[in-house]
């Protein structure tokens, strides 16, 4: 999807908010018409006081006549909550009330996009990203500790920390105050299903998640770099804006002069501007360094450090499918 086509959904979905609340509000007039005979004299009263606005001719009584009527339309209104509330309603039941206060679901402030409309774009970029990659949403209700029974006690009471903090990342997650978490562990310990875990609460939640293998990343990266190709360039940008952006398998791409300098560049933007990541890998510290350097080494250690402990579980539900046709837990 190019810009401009982004730009169209996002402006969509903020106009759906605002003709659902419209529409809402006039469901609520109907029905508190039919409900308080009152009501609807009341409704009559403010509908001419603001018709008489129309009405005022240009002249030196101009200012004096519109804040009278401005007086008439205040103590309707006053009357009304009065009424509402007197027959058990909430006193704003008849107000519109808009997904978003600061631009009325319009998408614009002072002719400036709404944090809304920059919201909704950059959900709609990583929805259009996420549609790309390999990897599919998981949840931790599917995430199953039995598979780390036989671990020495440490470490699977390490994995059950391990577990209950991907939890309350997701839980209490803030896209500016979460910070960074780092995975490290062998293929097949539960990195990348703990942490597509992660992204199905928040993207339930409204967040913009981007995931996907640092290897297709790069690879989407070095195409918009080297070829132009018709993806128009904003992957870099995309992976900018994100909420949380989930870089899986780091370490397995192709270590070229380019995918070094796009990664830094990745790492270091989110990291400056405060913005949380999650990286997982099967990499130890030594081997990052050798293949990455002291800088990319440097950003990921400023992450929160989890331990994956465990055999591959991959390997452990086929042994155990195959024994008992059991199904379910983690990869
Ligand atoms: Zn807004």
């Not at 999807?1 to 003709?19: G, K, P, S, V």
């Not at 109907?30 to 009152?38: N, T």
């Not at 909420?243 to 780091?250: A, E, Q, R, V, Y």
């Not at 994956?308 to 046709?325: E, N, P, Q, V, W």
Request: aromatic share 6%; charged share 25%; glycine share 6%.
């Amino acid at each position: 999807m190019l810009r401009e086509q982004i730009f169209a959904a996002a402006m969509n979905r903020i106009e759906d908010r605002r003709l659902r609340a419209q529409h809402e509000q006039e469901r609520r007039t109907d029905e508190i018409m039919q409900k308080i005979p009152e009501a609807v004299t009341l409704e009559r009263q403010l509908r001419s006081v603001c018709l008489s606005v129309m009405q005022i001719a240009d002249g030196e009584k101009r200012a004096e006549r519109l804040r009278q009527i401005q007086k008439q339309s205040e103590d309707a209104n006053g009357m009304m909550r009065k009424l509402l509330l007197a027959n058990g309603f909430p006193e704003d039941y008849l107000d519109t009330h808009y997904s978003c206060e600061n631009c009325s679901d319009s998408g614009f402030v002072n002719g400036e996009r709404c944090a809304c409309l920059q919201h909704e774009i950059a959900v709609i970029s990583a929805e259009q990203m996420n549609a790309r990659s390999r990897l599919s949403l998981c949840s931790f209700e599917s995430f199953s500790l039995r598979y780390y029974d036989d671990l020495p006690k440490e470490e699977r009471s390490a994995m059950q920390r391990v577990f209950g903090r991907c939890r309350q990342y997701a839980e209490e997650f803030d896209p500016a105050g979460s910070g960074n978490l780092l995975m490290i562990g062998g293929t097949g310990l539960g990195k990348t299903h703990l942490s597509l875990s992660i992204a199905s609460v928040l993207l339930e939640k409204g967040f913009s998640v981007i995931y996907d293998s640092v290897g297709s990343l790069l690879h989407t990266l070095e195409q918009e770099h080297f070829h132009h190709s018709e993806a128009s360039g904003d992957t870099l940008e995309t992976l900018l804006d994100c909420d949380l952006l989930i870089l899986d398998d780091f370490g397995t791409e192709f270590d070229t002069s380019f995918s070094r300098s796009a990664l830094y560049t990745v790492l270091n933007s989110r990291i400056n501007a405060g913005k949380a990541m999650i990286v997982n890998t099967n990499l130890s510290s030594s081997e990052i360094q050798e293949s990455y350097g002291d800088r990319i080494l440097s950003r990921l250690l400023s992450s929160e450090i989890l331990l994956f402990y465990g055999k591959d579980i991959r390997l452990k539900k086929r042994h155990s499918r195959a024994h008992t046709g059991s199904t379910g837990g983690a990869t």
